[in-house]
Nanobody, 116 residues
């Protein structure tokens, strides 16, 4: 079972930045597709950003140009750099790891609150 631990959430003012990290246990990280999802109160969980094992990324339209997803396979860690944050970015952010149809693991989530 892969364990994922997110960190880096918190309270930030509009226009500010945060960097989320997600550390994975085990030896599957380098071949896994990683994703960042978020869920705001009363809303469905949505994909924010994803990165393949080869480093290709894709983003939700709402965060393009503001968020950057990256990974460091030597540290078994994926990052989400969030700039120009908006109140509508407020949500619990979750990390996801997938290896084909064999493994699908989730972290516990980290709260991001954007408010003045």
């Amino acid at each position: 079972q892969v364990q994922l631990v997110e960190s880096g959430g918190g309270l930030v003012q509009p226009g500010g930045s945060l960097r989320l990290s997600c550390a994975a246990s085990g030896s599957l990280f380098s071949i896994a597709a990683m994703g960042w999802y978020r869920q705001a109160p009363g809303k469905q969980r949505e994909l924010v950003a994803a990165i393949t094992s080869g480093g290709n990324t894709n983003y939700a339209d709402s965060v393009k140009g503001r968020f950057t997803c990256s990974r460091d396979n030597s540290k078994n860690t994926v990052y989400l750099q969030m700039n120009s944050l908006k109140p509508e970015d407020t949500a619990v952010y979750y990390c996801n790891l997938r290896v084909a149809k064999l493994v699908d693991s989730w972290g516990q989530g980290t709260q991001v609150t954007v408010s003045s």
